[in-house]
């Protein structure tokens, strides 16, 4: 099972883990899930479209990050699952 | 429902924000002294079996040891050995150190809560909806007000008293629980049908008696009052974070511009970081110059207390401490001059209160909006993580009411259309500083033209909102649809805004 995650948990940023799986499975634990879930799925599914990914399970511990905090997080789990980086 | 002059829906059978303050609400009830020495006992038992007390009192309780009190947890756990029912509990302030009443809200034996500023595992009860009675959230100087003048009527009042000598007289200045100034417990004192003073000290004779021992009907001596070191809650240090510092740095710059920094001017400012460190850039602009201020007032720090003994303060009207230099300072400095609840805040205290004696406050805000209301009670969320204290005496008494503010935190846009909570109405608020502009109140036409050529950053309020976002996105708001658990009240009496469960 390769695994992969990027970020941390301090504030206005989150930590991304991500691992093989089937389909895309994307689960959000975040400090302002109330106001923004559906904009950090969309997020988050956008930049997994953009990389070309249709099986990963993503696991988000948000701390309020910014939009382009959350790609470059998801991004950077996804190349060090596949060793890339 | 109906809705007050802020928009804001309210239950009937109250007085909505913006009506008239009807006569009856200023009259006095009358208040004596006890016609005989105070009884003294050594337990908080015989104290309730002394006392004639029935289901549905109200027991009062000031808030001077902050995180570290313990006497309304002794008071109410002893209330609940006795089999007492549905009370109403009216602490100036509620802390975590609280947590053991939320077992007797959840049975029933505490069912109303007054109070002005809650924190911590009380607070998520109440706005869970455990509390059976909506809780009513005053003012600090409404709080006063409204004992005063009858609208919070209290059966016991159970004040802590780090020291209290053989004739009932009480301070805060001394002894091993000392927490300093006791003004919040005023109104309770001369109130209160019956008046219990909880001490772990007695002394043959208290030099300043804060509380006079002839309004005292108890003086109960236990093992201790509270934890001092609980005292100190919150930020006490000068932010280092650097949009704090450039937020600070431009709210001295407009209380400048602003033309408040005359020889003689007086403030107010509160205990968190970055206000902190709007008083030491001002600090820096007074030695500069040579100018020295009135008075400050308020919560007192050890940064005031530093500009009183450095000659910078005539004097510090002081009407609870936030730390412990605070508290040594009032045996050793005259200047540091301790006040009541009512003299520092209620709208009704004549010929006027310290609050409308103020040339500027900094204030705080967890939101604020485009008619700039602001809220310190809720989170975003709708659940109480505060409450005005101050806020809104300050807010209305000050020439300039200024509110520092990061614009986002943790992604959340502080500026927005309308707060969660009105806890200070828009009409009192003046100006907003944020690391990315300063808006200030239309209606303030002559701070605007005033700040015209200074070279701040004044853009409209809408702007910044804007502003935040283009960074953020447009957060989805929530609605609160549960019932109503708490109800906001203006330092009139009348009433802001309702706290709603989800």
Known sequence: ?85 | MKRNSIGRELPDGYRPYGEEHPAAASQRIAMKPTPTAPIFLTSLSDVFSALELRDGMTFSFHHHLRDGDFVANLVMAEADRRGLRDLTIAPSSLFPCHKPLVPLIERGVITGIVTNYMNGPVADAVSAGKLQKPAIMDTHGGRARAIEAGDLSIDVAFLAVPTVDRRGNGTGRVGKSACGVLGYADPDLHYAKKVVFVTDEIVERVDHPDLDGNFVDYVVLIPSIGDRAGIVSGTTRITREPVGLKIARDAAALIDAAGLLKEGFSMQTGAGGTSLAVVADIRRIMVERGLHARFASGGITAQYVEMLEAGLVGSLRDVQDFDLDAVASLTRNPQHEAITAAQYGSPDFRPAPVVAGLDFVVLGATEIDLDFNVNVTTDSEGRIIGGSGGHADTAHGAKVSVVVTNLVKARLPIVMEKVTCVTTPGSDVDVLVTERGIAVNPKRADLLDRLRGSGLNVVPIRALMELAHTITGVPVRPRPSGRIVALVRYRDGSILDVVSSK
Not at chain 1, 32 to 41: K, L, M, Q, S
Request: overall charge negative; charged content about 30%.
């Open chain 1, 1 to 85: 099972m390769k695994i992969g995650s990027a970020g941390t948990l301090e504030s206005n940023d989150a930590l991304v883990t991500v691992q093989e799986g089937v389909g895309i499975v994307v689960s959000i634990d975040s400090i302002v899930d109330a106001f923004f879930h559906d904009r950090i799925e969309a997020e988050v599914r956008g930049e997994l479209a953009r990389m070309k990914k249709q099986n990963v399970h993503v696991t988000i511990q948000d701390k309020g990050a910014l939009d382009f905090t959350l790609r470059a997080r998801v991004r950077t789990a996804i190349e060090r699952m596949e060793g890339s980086q």
